[in-house]
């Protein structure tokens, strides 16, 4: 894909996206929120999309998520 003149691989920016989602702080949740719901909630799918695209791109939906 080519976005304002630069070549983007769409898997990377998938990938790059679940990385970089934050959780709830740490002032208002204790442990944090599910990578999957994460997933879900950023790009409006279902809990199973969302473990599947965090499975697809190496990460653990289990793993619990804070900012």
Do not use: N, T
Not at 40 to 50: L, N, P
């Amino acid at each position: 894909m080519k976005l304002s003149g630069c070549d983007i691989d769409e898997r990377d920016l998938i990938r790059s996206a679940i990385r970089s989602l934050k959780g709830p702080s740490k002032y208002r949740s204790k442990h944090g929120q599910y990578r999957w719901a994460l997933v879900r909630d950023a790009f409006g799918v279902g809990s199973g999309v969302a473990s599947a695209l965090c499975r697809e791109f190496g990460f653990d939906p289990e793993e619990m998520i804070r900012s």
